[in-house]
């Protein structure tokens, strides 16, 4: 039972547009969510999270949003750089947990940057 | 700053030996502690979390162990490895009750 959904596994995007990453999740308890980036042999890498009673952070280059009543959320990246090519990762978090609790992660979408 | 190292970032072992992988984090005290396993073409699955020096939670079960003897330090082992363990493993640490995890870069293990 797959609680956090990414459904590209890969995105091909023109350098200098618009990247729009997407997650779902089915699990109501879900109330923190975060993005992270992963080179090949490395960690993840934190990039971005956002809580539930928001619908949009934004940082630099970087902005989430949350439809919680779609159970939806999405990275946006613009513009994008050729040092964005790698897979983003969407996780989740119950705050039940009191952030003690491990996250929840999708399967990740493998960006590729176009030149 | 905090830092958070792993070791060895790449062991191969054979069907059947013991393994140890050791976590350390640098720089703040007190931490959550995390692993995680990303197998291929898959995403990452927490193994094991702890609050604090010998408090560790499993999360699925397997032919793992974890233990944290020190604040700072989390090892992951097994007595004798299957080839179903191969994978990326991961430690992560954060700050009590904060959401956002750090990870550290990771350990290759295959198992032959």
């Known amino acids: 039972d797959q609680q956090v959904k990414q459904n590209s596994p890969s995105l091909s995007v023109q350098e200098g547009r618009i990247s729009i990453l997407n997650c779902d999740y089915t699990?109501?308890?879900?109330?923190?969510f975060l993005w992270y980036k992963k080179y090949p042999a490395e960690g993840p890498t934190f990039l971005i999270s956002?809580?539930?009673?928001?619908d949009k952070n934004e940082d630099g280059r970087f902005t989430v949003f949350l439809n919680k009543s779609a159970k939806h959320l999405s990275l946006h990246i613009v513009p994008s750089q050729p040092g964005d090519s790698a897979v983003y990762f969407c996780a989740a978090s119950a705050v039940s947990g009191g952030g003690a609790d491990g996250l929840t992660f999708g399967k990740g979408t493998h960006l590729i940057i176009q030149p | 700053s905090q830092t958070i190292h792993q070791w060895p970032a790449t062991l191969v072992q054979p069907v059947g030996s013991p393994l140890s992988l050791e976590c350390t984090v640098e720089g703040t005290s007190n931490p959550n502690l995390y692993w995680y396993r990303q197998a291929a073409g898959r995403g990452l699955q927490l193994l094991f979390y702890?609050?604090?020096?010998?408090?560790i939670s499993s999360e699925v079960p397997q032919n793992l162990s974890a233990s944290r003897p020190q604040d700072r330090q989390f090892i992951l082992s097994s007595k004798k490895l299957l080839l179903s363990d191969s994978g990326f493993y991961l430690c992560a640490w954060s700050h009590d009750r904060a959401h956002e995890q750090f990870f550290g870069p990771g350990t290759r293990l295959t198992v032959l």
């Open positions: 956002i809580s539930s009673i928001k």
């Open positions: 699990n109501s308890m879900f109330d923190y």
């Open positions: 702890s609050v604090g020096i010998g408090q």
